[in-house]
């Protein structure tokens, strides 16, 4: 899950199936890095999604061509040394929702790709005392941590994955199917008909879950709070949860719709592992550059420092290929579109291309974010007091977890999300800490650490007209590593350099919309039919030959 975990959607191969029944061309082998014209498809875009499609494009025979506007590829799913000899996970950091059919349709394997499963996975030390919370995928192990808290929680955490398992397993179809389109099920055409019929398959399984239909629905509406105080006493564990419900998302895990996400918690995979979560060898640009082999290696052509200036589109409102900002014209059957919706609709094509009352449904999309990436190099293996370092100094098993700080309590979180409401930075900021490193031993100098730190919530707008300038920024991130400190003494003093990414740097360099990591709020009403919009769910465009293949479009990426 971006999560800024990763998945990679599936809504990329439905585009290509929906591209290939409109193109006919025969397979280029030339996929030699010289521009050409003319392709059947264009990607805008090398983020993961972009090259997704482009893969599958390439695979199934047309001549396709990617465009990227940065000199790397990978979108939020990229590497980059920013301090010499610590190679950051920059924006995406954790891997679990990437799909195994892209996976083995892409062979990410053979193309380079090597992951390390982490368990443990999930660590959240108790500030001020001896105790910590470990999570992994062995459940007596689980029971024993748990227990330390609360015994009865200890029993039902169990039950509880289990019955998130059947949950998730009644929804996870709609993952890879587009949403149903009710015009075209009214429609006279038997081929609309037919290509409905499976997307409005897995849409009915949802509601053969039978008499747990009622708690699917309670869980996908409620408060992830509701939900996790039915179950559970202790709060360290309910808020360690209800962080996973509310990252990356302006709300708190009181308000209504925070529940859904804890499906997350167990819908992914990695290396055949139901909700397992990896750290990818070289960082999250090594998933990024095995998709982009695997496209290169089905003959696509791929560009940086190509940045995209709009899309061509003929009298006839059909796309007919893409302007570079240089001002090079390249004709394309199809153009396919990874950025986010805002900036595929209103920017990259002439106001007068769509119908007004269709511009204002984009307009309206809320990319809210609460989001501020800090990527910190150190000296020195972080030490928490809760399980002291050994005096080797090498990793623990908590190190490689997902570790959560200021997460003691739900009421801290809610907290948080309040001050930020205001235009306030948080006095003590959501903060979930990775140490790749801890596993990769190629990211990292020899006994140096890289520490990835997804904090919430900041907002955009601060209160009084401030901006994150490097004042605002450097008290944020002071703010931030004194949190730490009291988990973690001497956290400070190993601090070689960091990484600072607010609100406004994810918008400008990773062309996040909002800075927000999801292409736009995953709130219920932007999900499903209403992703991007309710009037064109999908990948579905309102001009012929323009296909959205990024986050913004169902399925999502989380």
């Given at each position: 899950?971006?999560?800024?975990?990763?998945?990679?959607?599936?809504?990329?191969?439905?585009?290509?199936?929906?591209?290939?029944?409109?193109?006919?061309s025969?397979?280029?082998?030339?996929?030699?890095?010289?521009?050409?014209?003319?392709?059947?498809?264009?990607?805008?875009?090398?983020?993961?999604?972009?090259?997704?499609?482009?893969?599958?494009?390439?695979k199934?025979?047309?001549?396709?061509?990617?465009?990227?506007?940065?000199?790397?590829?990978?979108?939020?799913?990229?590497?980059?040394?920013?301090?010499?000899?610590?190679?950051?996970?920059?924006?995406?950091?954790?891997?679990?929702?990437?799909?195994?059919?892209?996976?083995?349709?892409?062979?990410?394997?053979?193309?380079g790709?090597?992951?390390?499963?982490?368990?443990?996975?999930?660590?959240?030390?108790?500030?001020?005392?001896?105790?910590?919370?470990?999570?992994?995928?062995?459940?007596?192990?689980?029971?024993?941590?748990?227990?330390?808290?609360?015994?009865?929680?200890?029993?039902?955490?169990?039950?509880?994955?289990?019955?998130?398992?059947?949950?998730?397993?009644?929804?996870e179809?709609?993952?890879?199917?587009?949403?149903?389109?009710?015009?075209?099920?009214?429609?006279?055409?038997v081929?609309?008909?037919?290509?409905?019929?499976?997307?409005?398959?897995?849409?009915?399984?949802?509601g053969?879950?039978?008499?747990?239909?009622?708690?699917?629905?309670?869980?996908?509406?409620?408060?992830?709070s509701?939900?996790?105080?039915?179950?559970?006493?202790?709060?360290?564990?309910?808020?360690?949860?209800?962080?996973?419900?509310?990252?990356?998302?302006?709300?708190?895990?009181?308000?209504?719709?925070?529940?859904?996400?804890?499906?997350?918690?167990?819908?992914?995979?990695?290396?055949?592992?139901?909700?397992?979560?990896?750290?990818?060898?070289?960082?999250?640009?090594?998933?990024?550059?095995?998709?982009?082999?695997?496209?290169l290696?089905?003959?696509?052509?791929?560009?940086?420092?190509?940045?995209?200036?709009?899309?061509?589109?003929?009298?006839?409102?059909k796309?007919?290929?893409?302007?570079?900002?240089?001002?090079?014209?390249?004709?394309a059957?199809?153009?396919?579109?990874?950025?986010?919706?805002?900036?595929?609709?209103?920017?990259?094509?002439?106001?007068?291309?769509?119908?007004?009352?269709?511009?204002?449904?984009?307009?309206?999309?809320?990319?809210?974010?609460?989001?501020?990436?800090?990527?910190?190099?150190?000296?020195?293996?972080?030490?928490?007091?809760?399980?002291?370092?050994?005096?080797?100094?090498?990793?623990?098993?908590?190190?490689?977890?997902?570790i959560?700080?200021?997460?003691?309590?739900?009421?801290?979180?809610?907290?948080?999300?309040?001050?930020?409401?205001?235009?306030?930075?948080p006095?003590?900021?959501?903060?979930?800490?990775?140490?790749?490193?801890?596993?990769?031993?190629?990211?990292?100098?020899?006994?140096?650490?890289?520490?990835?730190?997804?904090?919430?919530?900041?907002?955009?707008?601060?209160?009084?007209?401030?901006?994150?300038?490097?004042?605002?920024?450097?008290?944020?991130?002071?703010?931030?590593?004194?949190?730490?400190e009291?988990?973690?003494?001497?956290?400070?003093?190993?601090?070689?350099?960091?990484?600072?990414?607010?609100?406004?740097?994810?918008?400008k360099?990773?062309?996040?919309?909002?800075?927000?990591?999801?292409?736009?709020?995953?709130?219920?009403?932007?999900?499903?039919f209403?992703?991007?919009?309710?009037?064109?769910?999908?990948?579905?465009?309102?001009?012929?030959?323009?296909?959205?293949?990024?986050?913004?479009?169902?399925?999502?990426?989380?």
């Amino acid at each position: 899950m971006f999560y800024i975990a990763t998945s990679l959607k599936s809504s990329s191969c439905k585009c290509v199936a929906r591209i290939n029944h409109v193109i006919a061309s025969s397979f280029s082998q030339d996929s030699t890095s010289v521009l050409k014209a003319e392709y059947d498809a264009v990607v805008i875009g090398a983020g993961h999604n972009g090259l997704v499609s482009a893969a599958y494009l390439a695979k199934s025979g047309l001549r396709t061509a990617v465009f990227e506007r940065r000199h790397v590829i990978g979108g939020a799913a990229v590497t980059e040394e920013m301090i010499p000899g610590y190679k950051f996970s920059r924006a995406s950091y954790v891997l679990s929702l990437l799909r195994p059919q892209i996976y083995k349709d892409l062979e990410l394997k053979k193309h380079g790709l090597k992951v390390y499963v982490r368990d443990p996975n999930s660590y959240t030390p108790v500030r001020g005392s001896n105790k910590s919370l470990l999570m992994g995928n062995d459940a007596r192990k689980n029971y024993q941590s748990i227990a330390q808290f609360s015994v009865q929680d200890a029993k039902m955490y169990c039950a509880f994955e289990k019955h998130l398992e059947k949950l998730v397993s009644a929804i996870e179809p709609l993952l890879d199917s587009q949403p149903v389109n009710c015009a075209k099920l009214n429609s006279f055409s038997v081929k609309d008909k037919i290509t409905s019929v499976t997307s409005l398959r897995a849409l009915v399984k949802v509601g053969m879950v039978g008499k747990d239909f009622p708690r699917l629905y309670e869980l996908i509406t409620a408060p992830a709070s509701k939900i996790l105080d039915k179950w559970f006493d202790s709060e360290p564990l309910k808020a360690t949860l209800a962080s996973d419900a509310v990252i990356g998302a302006m709300t708190s895990p009181y308000f209504n719709g925070s529940g859904y996400v804890l499906l997350h918690h167990v819908m992914g995979e990695t290396e055949g592992i139901k909700g397992a979560w990896g750290n990818p060898e070289g960082g999250m640009g090594a998933v990024s550059n095995a998709i982009a082999k695997s496209a290169l290696s089905h003959g696509a052509s791929i560009f940086t420092e190509k940045p995209v200036a709009k899309l061509v589109v003929n009298s006839n409102k059909k796309v007919t290929g893409i302007m570079l900002e240089d001002g090079t014209h390249v004709k394309a059957k199809a153009v396919l579109c990874n950025p986010t919706p805002r900036v595929t609709y209103l920017d990259l094509l002439e106001k007068n291309v769509l119908p007004e009352e269709y511009r204002k449904e984009v307009d309206a999309i809320d990319y809210t974010s609460p989001v501020t990436k800090i990527n910190v190099a150190v000296n020195k293996l972080p030490d928490f007091t809760a399980d002291p370092n050994g005096l080797d100094s090498k990793p623990l098993p908590h190190h490689g977890c997902t570790i959560h700080l200021n997460s003691e309590s739900m009421a801290m979180i809610h907290e948080a999300y309040n001050q930020a409401q205001q235009g306030d930075i948080p006095h003590r900021p959501l903060i979930e800490m990775t140490i790749p490193s801890s596993l990769d031993p190629t990211i990292a100098p020899a006994g140096h650490h890289v520490c990835l730190l997804f904090t919430q919530y900041t907002p955009y707008h601060l209160k009084d007209g401030q901006t994150w300038d490097e004042k605002t920024k450097k008290v944020y991130a002071d703010r931030v590593f004194s949190c730490i400190e009291e988990y973690a003494p001497g956290f400070t003093d190993s601090i070689v350099g960091y990484d600072h990414l607010s609100p406004p740097d994810l918008e400008k360099i990773f062309g996040l919309t909002g800075g927000n990591i999801f292409h736009g709020s995953m709130s219920l009403d932007q999900l499903y039919f209403g992703r991007p919009t309710s009037s064109y769910s999908d990948t579905r465009c309102p001009v012929e030959g323009m296909y959205l293949c990024g986050s913004g479009a169902h399925p999502v990426e989380i």
